[in-house]
């Protein structure tokens, strides 16, 4: 046994892949062996081998101490998702497809949901989908692709993904531009999906892909372990019952514009003072230069509160 978990563990390195105790597990499970050990003997025989790696320094970086407005999950379930696509990839023939990852923070439940296009339709179907599996969150967390904000030409105007979001009761938060470690857990997932499954598995065409996604997407829930969960699982991570979206659940009319809600956008502000809000421009006060700054639309009262450290410094009027 002490063998196999050695030359598992080499191999998996020699292809470039995750070659941890966890990853060794889930390469037993996938050849077939029946009595497969516990994640800390392997671990255990790993170490005795020498084979344990130091983790990387981190003495060299210096994070800039700027204050940074995170929404916090608090650890617990259904505070905030985090939501990214990946992709395009191909299949043979030339089949492309993306992924669109959710995760739960709190408890890094994670859906997994293969998608032909990036089209906003397509967004507002997976999620419906994915909050099926998961509950719904207080906040939605992504970056500014359009697909997930409206339209260049009418920014006010919102798109379909906020709409839902804001007839749900949640609200929508965008990371500040080309930062996508801002949305850290996903991010992170996404490494682990290309890692751990796009790389080891080979599919005949969209139906495998799709139905390999699904049995991915159950075994990271119910056997991956994660440092920031204490070692536990992301189902064991859940105490209390989740509350779970209806049976006879229908989306939203979407056509109609919200009357209510928040919408977050955060943003650096440099030199220029310009604060930009799904492409339009504003002028945000001097105090905030080179800080970072949550700008919050009120729907319902049509005003933009722009906070710096928790602290409202300016109102913008926002109709629309």
């Known amino acids: 046994m002490e063998e196999l978990i050695l030359n598992i563990r080499e191999k998996l390195k020699n292809e470039d892949t995750f070659y941890g105790p966890l990853s060794i597990q889930w390469t037993m499970e996938d050849l077939g062996y029946y009595k497969i050990p516990h994640e800390n003997t392997i671990k255990n025989i790993l170490r005795r081998n020498g084979k344990i790696e130091p983790r990387r320094s981190l003495d060299n970086y210096k994070p800039k101490n700027i204050p940074y407005p995170e929404i916090e999950s608090n650890r617990e379930p259904n505070i905030v998702h985090e939501m990214d696509f990946l992709g395009p990839r191909y299949l043979n023939g030339g089949y492309r497809f993306y992924f669109l990852n959710i995760m739960d923070v709190g408890s890094h439940r994670v859906t997994a949901n293969v998608t032909e296009d990036q089209r906003s339709v397509t967004v507002v179907d997976k999620l419906v989908s994915s909050w099926q599996r998961l509950g719904f969150p207080k906040y939605l967390k992504t970056d500014n692709e359009i697909c997930f904000r409206g339209s260049n030409k009418y920014p006010r105007a919102f798109g379909i993904v906020i709409r839902l979001c804001l007839n ?104 220029d003072r310009i604060l930009e809000i799904f492409g339009e421009k504003f002028i945000a006060p001097e105090e905030s230069i080179y800080q970072y700054v949550k700008a919050t639309i009120d729907v319902k009262k049509e005003k933009i509160y722009l906070n710096l450290q928790g602290k409202t410094i300016k109102e913008i009027p926002y109709s629309y």
């Open 168 to 271: 749900l009761g949640i609200e929508p938060v965008f990371i500040p531009l080309s930062e996508p470690w801002r949305n850290g857990c996903i991010e992170k997932f996404q490494d682990t999906i290309q890692k751990m499954f796009l790389r080891k598995h080979y599919f005949k065409g969209p139906e495998e892909l799709r139905s390999k996604t699904i049995t991915f997407e159950k075994r990271h829930n119910e056997k991956y372990r994660y440092s920031y969960l204490k070692g536990k699982t992301p189902i064991q991570s859940i105490k209390n019952k989740i509350k779970e979206m209806p049976d006879d659940f229908k989306i939203p009319n979407l056509t109609e514009r919200p009357k209510k809600g928040f919408i977050h956008v955060i943003r650096f502000i440099r030199s």
